[in-house]
């Protein structure tokens, strides 16, 4: 029921009549009631007159010199000198009310009607094909403009690139501002072919155009501005910085720039969502999934910052304190990256649900389940200790030493499953299921990750080396490499080369390096480079000048099985 508030304002005031989203007309506030409060009397007692399925009989009385509308002998309103339109007398204004309150009631009945419905869902079905052929259509036209080499001007490389860049994403944001517009406008056409969603659409309406503006227009410049961020930055350290941090930033961002551009235009997509705070159905929609990719992004970019800290300057640090720079350090990565996974799990949490009461509903359900599945629990864990630290992956061979089989059991990992893990031997070609509880008591044998990595190294040094020269460059080599975590001791191997033309002695140096995974196999390169320039500085300070060729030569001798 609508209440019709008293108003102490003397002002004109005007509120409109909105009937399935469609103004009828405009009325005034007449003592004592508002003309919101009028408006929205009328509106109801419409609504309930479509609702009743009675038709219309629409009257015009006099009362107190003032002609009242009724319908179906029920009050809707009076007429006053205040409501008039033009030169217009309250009783011809009260006519012309009513016979658009008649077509208004006319045409609400018939849109509800099952028949109007089935023409406007296949309506709404041919805009969506229709929609999707545009959408499908340009985005074939955006790729046919860019077919064939463009006829560029003759610059630098580094010009050129930029040119292209900047083209392309030109393109692509043409392309996605053509594709909103398509979308934005069967999104209106069909909003307006019912009367529910019609009312949406007047409430949206009003100054939903000049928001969907600014919001696209946000959209546009977040994403250039998140494009040329990292180059921004870079321009600024490299004018105004000193050198050292500007190896920081060519250390630090170029390796992920990509990455950093995402999480730019993250955020700046993300604050532009302001645009659109005040329709609070569409806002939470989008601010859900914003949020979670942009905390995804930032999480990313954390842990791809921190690797780059510990393959860069974590060495460093560890070696200076004295400490032996071994595996531990991908430990150290690896609980980093749950830190900062977990951190962004309660950044997204907060604010969306009581935290606190789930983790204690959490906790006291999950005291309940370990007690009542204990052995599941447990292999569950073990599961999730093996995807952990990851002795094996699926499609390896490994060997487990088992008290049954002195020889142990060898064959190749199938799956990895929840409970257990398969094991395939090669003879026989027998399945084993193996419990995952089963592999921390066992020692694991894994045969796939015995390969070694062979590393050549050519040295060109600017002089003809004489026989103590060569002695001195063989042990600098030796105690650089046979000192480095990683690197088969006793494997270096160094052959020299005297070369006519032009005057100069070529060293080339081989060795093993040992590896149990990609991420440890990095970390041994990394180790490696170190050393590198370690070798460098002592053999300058002896007064032995050389040239590295790069790039240095990786070659993978796999294991046979």
């Known amino acids: 029921m609508v209440l019709l508030v008293p108003t102490t304002a003397q002002s004109k005031e005007l ?8 103004q009828l007309f405009e009325v005034s506030n007449s003592e004592p009631f508002t003309a919101q409060g009028r408006a929205d009397w009328i509106n109801s007692q419409l609504q309930t007159l479509v609702e009743s399925e009675e ?29 008039v339109v033009l030169e217009n007398s309250p009783e011809e204004q009260a006519v012309i009310w009513s016979q658009t309150i008649d077509q208004a009631v006319k045409k609400a009945r018939k849109e509800r ?11 709404v079905s041919g805009t969506l094909v229709l929609a999707i052929f545009l959408h499908w259509g340009l985005g074939r036209l955006w790729r046919y403009s860019l077919v064939g080499p463009r006829q560029l ?3 630098d490389d580094n010009t050129q690139d930029r040119q292209s860049l900047a083209s392309n994403l030109y393109s692509n944001l043409t392309l996605l501002l053509a594709r909103t517009i398509v979308w934005v406008w069967v999104i209106l056409f069909s909003l307006n072919l019912f009367p529910i969603t019609r009312q949406w659409s007047y409430r949206l309406g009003e100054d939903l155009l000049v928001t969907l503006i600014f919001f696209l227009l946000s959209i546009f410049f977040s994403v250039i501005a998140g494009q040329y961020s990292p180059s921004l930055v870079r321009a600024a350290i490299l004018r105004f910085s000193p050198e050292p941090i500007t ?18 235009s993250l955020i700046l997509l993300s604050l532009s969502l302001f645009w659109l705070s005040k329709y609070e159905l569409i806002y939470g929609f989008i601010r859900f999934f914003m949020d979670l990719g942009l905390i995804v992004s930032l999480a990313w970019l954390l842990s791809r910052l921190f690797r ?37 799990i309660l950044a997204f949490a907060q604010g969306r649900f009581d935290l606190i009461g789930l983790l204690a509903g959490l906790g006291i359900g999950g005291l309940a389940i370990a007690f009542a599945a204990q052995k599941t629990l447990e292999q569950l864990l073990s599961t999730i200790v093996l995807y952990l630290d990851r002795p094996f992956v699926s499609g390896e061979y490994i060997r ?19 409970r257990s893990t398969k094991i395939r031997t ?8 193996v419990p995952n509880s089963i592999f921390a008591n066992l020692e694991i044998e894994n045969i796939s990750r015995g390969k070694k990595i062979m590393v050549l190294l050519y040295l060109d040094f600017s002089q003809l080396l004489a026989a103590p020269e060569q002695a001195l460059v063989q042990e600098v080599i030796k105690e650089s490499t046979n000192s480095l975590f990683g690197i088969d001791p006793g494997s270096t191997k160094i052959n020299f080369l005297d070369l006519p033309e032009p005057k100069i002695t070529r060293a080339r140096v081989t060795f093993f390096i040992l590896g149990s995974s990609e991420n440890s196999v990095q970390l041994r390169k990394r180790l490696l480079e170190l050393a590198n320039a370690t070798m460098s500085k002592k053999l300058i300070a002896y007064g032995i000048d050389f040239k590295m060729e790069e790039p240095t030569i990786y070659v993978e001798s796999p294991v046979t099985i």
């Open 15 to 22: 509120a409109p009549v909105v009937f399935d989203g469609r």
């Open 400 to 418: 487990l030493q088992s008290g049954l089989n002195p020889q142990g059991l060898f064959g190749r990992v199938e799956s990895i499953g929840l």
């Open 153 to 155: 001007p003759a610059v």
């Open 247 to 264: 190896n920081i930033y060519e250390n630090f961002v170029e390796p992920i720039i990509n990455l950093f551009r995402l999480t730019g």
């Open 55 to 83: 038709p219309p009989k629409i009257e015009i009385e006099q009362r107190n010199k003032s002609p009242i509308i009724r319908i179906n002998g029920r009050y809707l309103l009076t007429v006053t000198q205040r409501d």
């Open 308 to 344: 780059q800290f510990i393959r860069i300057y974590g060495i460093d640090i560890v070696r200076k304190l004295g400490w032996e720079v071994d595996e531990l350090i991908l430990v150290f990565e690896a609980l980093a990256n749950v830190i900062i996974g977990f951190i962004g």
């Open 113 to 123: 009607s099952s028949k109007f419905l089935w023409q406007a869902s296949l309506l």
């Open 426 to 433: 090669p003879a026989k070609s027998t399945l084993f299921v």
